[in-house]
C-alpha cells in the first residue's frame, strides 16, 4: 500500500518510525553536541590541572558563598520549568506563565549574581591573562553564562507566545515547552559538574 | 492518519509529588558537596567524593526532570554513542598527561639516575611545569 505524500506532516508531530518527534530527537542531538563541547572543556581542565605544578582551592581565590546561592538558583530553576511544563501538559495557561516567568527571574538572578562576582574579580585586576586557573574558570563560566542567555531568550520567547491563542493552542507547544525544558537542564548539569570543580576541588 | 499525530504521543505526564522531593535531594547534596569541601580531606579523595555526589545529582536531574527514566531507546542509543565518543576523546588524553607526569616526577627520574646529582631531576621537573597560578588571596 503506497503512502500519501504529505508536505506539511511534521507540522502534525508525523509518525517518525521511532516513536520519537522530529523536534524532540533534533533537541536531543543538539544536547549530544553540547556534551562534546563541554567535554572538550573539561578535558582541557583535567590536563591542565593535572600537569600543573600548582593549583589553588576554589575557597581561597573564589566566592564560594556567591556560587552556592547561584547553585541554589540554577536548582529552584529547574523545577520551576518542569513545573510549567506540567502547567502547560494541563492546559493551565496561567499556572504555565508563572513558573515560566519564575524561571526567568531565577535565570536573570543568576546572572546578576554572576556579574557581582565577576566585577569583584576585575576589580582586583583578575582575569582571564592572570593564570591558567582563572583562564579556564572565566572561560568554562563565560560558556556557561551565554548559555543561560540563550536559554533565557527561549523561555522568555516561549512565555510571549503563551499568551498568543494561536501559540498556546498549538498542538506543538507542549513539545516546544519540553524541548526548552531538556535544554534548561542541561545547563544545570552542567553547572552542577562547574561548581565542585572549580570552586570547591 | 498516523499514530503519532497526537501530540501528546511521545511527552511525558508531569509528576508534581517526584519533582518536588527531588528537587528537596539536589538541595541536600548540594549541601553535602559544600560540606566535603570543608572538611578538608586529602586532595584526591575530596575530588572523587565531590565528582561522586555531582554524579548523583546530574543523574537525578538527567533521569527525572529530563524524563531519560522511560525515554524512548533511540534517545538512550544516541546518548550512548555521544558518552562513548566522548570517552574515546578524553580517557587517552588524561592517561597520557598521568604518564607524563609519572615519568618526569623528580622521584622517577632520580630513580632513573641513581648517579646523578639531584639538579637533573629538579631541571626536568621545572621544565614541564605550566603556568603556576598567580592567585591573591582573597578572605571571604
New interface residues.
Partial sequence: MSQTYNPT?FM?????H????NA??GV??FL?SE??LF??L??SY???R???????W????L???LA?LN??IL??S??TI??A??KA??KDKAGFQKWMAATILLSLGFLVVKAFEYGAEFK?G?GPH?????AIYFTMTGLHGIHILGGIAVNAGLLYMSSVTEHWEN??F??RV?GA??YW??V??VW??L???L??? | M?????????????D?GL??K??LA??VL?LI??A??KIHLP?PQ??AL??F??LI??SL??AL??HLWGE?K??HK??F???G??AV??LP??DF??V??RITSPADVAAQHPGGHGGHAEAV?ES???????????G?
Fill in positions: 506532516a502534525n508531530n508525523a509518525d517518525t521511532s516513536g520519537v518527534t524532540k530527537l536531543w542531538l549530544a556534551i562534546m567535554a572538550t573539561f578535558t583535567i590536563v591542565l593535572m600537569a600543573s605544578s600548582s593549583w589553588p576554589g575557597w581561597d581565590v566566592n564560594v558563598p552556592t547553585t541554589v536548582i529552584t529547574s523545577v518542569v513545573m511544563y506540567a501538559y494541563d582586583l583578575i592572570t593564570s591558567v586557573f582563572y498542538p506543538l507542549l513539545g519540553e525544558g531538556l537542564h542541561f544545570d548539569i552542577i559538574f561548581f565542585p570543580a570552586y570547591l576541588l | 498516523s499514530k503519532n499525530n497526537d501530540s501528546r504521543h511521545d511527552e511525558h505526564r508531569p508534581v519533582y518536588v527531588v528537587f539536589l538541595m548540594t558537596t559544600v566535603i569541601s586532595r575530596a575530588i565531590g565528582l555526589v555531582a545529582k546530574a536531574v538527567g526532570f529530563m524512548n533511540l534517545i544516541a546518548l554513542i555521544t558518552v565518543f566522548g576523546l578524553i588524553i588524561i598527561v598521568m607524563s607526569r621537573s614541564v611545569k605550566l603556568d603556576a597560578p598567580a592567585v591573591p588571596a582573597k571571604h
